[in-house]
C-alpha cells in the first residue's frame, strides 16, 4: 500500500538555525509529493510540490527534492523565522490514494 | 472571503446524537474531500467526490455518511456519534484533469472541532 513516514516532533529551533524535516514514503507507482503547513488555528496550505524524479519544490525559502531512489522528500530551509513556526505535514498523491504523514510540528525561538 | 467555508467552527454533542458538518466552496472546484485529524496520526481520509453524481469511501469510512447537494456543498453526517469521533475535521477541494492539470493540489477549510461526549 501506499504509506508516508515522518520523523517525529517537535522540533524546536533558534532563529536562523538550519531546519530539515524528514519524510519517506512507499507508493506502488510514482505519486506527487506534499508539504502542507498548517498554522495554528487554520486549516493546512500547501507549501511545495513535486510531481516526478528530480523535481525540486520551492516556496517560502523552503526546499525539498523529489528522490525516488531513496523515496525520500525531505523539507529543508537555511534559516528559519519566527513565523515558521508550524505543524508541517508531508504527503502523497496517487491516483486516488490521499496519504498524509502524521505531521511535525515545528517550534522556533527568537 | 475564505474559498472554502465550514460549518461549524466547533461543536460538542453526545453519544448517539446525529451531527452534520457542512462544507461550502466558492473555487469552482468538482473534487471534494472529507478528512479527520487526530493527534499523531495525521490527516485520514473519509469519503471524497469527483463530481455531484459520484462519491466515494475513503480509509476510515465507517460510521460517516456524505451528500453532495450541489457543486459547492458537501456535508458530512455522524448518524449516531461516538467518543472516539471526537476530532478535527477538514473539508478539501481540488480541480478535476478537464479543467487543471494541476489536479491534486488540494485546498482545505479551516476545520471544523468535534467533541463527543
Known amino acids: 500500500g501506499n504509506s508516508v513516514t515522518q520523523m517525529e516532533g517537535p522540533v524546536t529551533l533558534s532563529e536562523e538555525a538550519f531546519l530539515t524535516i524528514n519524510c519517506t514514503y512507499t507508493a506502488t507507482g510514482y505519486p506527487s509529493l506534499f508539504w502542507y503547513v498548517q498554522y495554528p488555528g487554520e486549516g493546512l496550505q500547501l507549501l511545495l510540490k513535486?510531481?516526478?524524479?528530480?523535481d525540486k519544490g520551492s516556496n517560502k525559502g523552503f526546499e525539498a527534492t523529489y528522490r525516488k531512489e531513496t523515496t525520500s522528500f525531505h523539507l529543508e530551509k537555511g534559516s528559519v523565522q519566527v513565523s515558521d513556526s508550524a505543524v508541517y505535514f508531508c504527503a502523497l498523491i496517487y491516483g486516488q490514494n490521499f496519504v498524509f504523514g502524521p505531521g511535525t510540528r515545528l517550534s522556533v525561538l527568537p | 472571503d475564505a474559498d472554502v467555508t465550514q460549518t461549524p467552527r466547533n461543536r460538542i454533542t453526545k453519544t448517539g446524537k446525529r451531527i452534520m458538518l457542512e462544507c461550502s466552496q466558492t473555487?469552482?472546484?468538482?473534487?471534494m474531500y472529507w478528512y479527520r485529524q487526530d493527534p499523531g496520526l495525521g490527516l485520514r481520509l473519509i469519503y471524497y467526490s469527483f463530481d455531484v453524481k459520484d462519491i466515494n469511501k475513503g480509509e476510515i469510512s465507517d460510521g460517516y455518511s456524505v451528500s453532495r447537494q450541489a457543486q459547492a456543498k458537501f456535508s458530512l453526517s455522524l448518524e449516531s456519534a461516538i467518543p472516539n469521533q471526537t476530532a478535527l475535521y477538514f473539508c478539501a477541494t481540488s480541480d478535476s484533469p478537464e479543467v487543471s492539470p494541476y489536479t491534486d493540489t488540494q485546498y482545505f477549510g479551516p476545520g471544523t472541532r468535534l467533541t463527543v461526549l
Open positions: 513535486a510531481t516526478k524524479a528530480d
Open positions: 473555487k469552482g472546484h468538482d473534487r
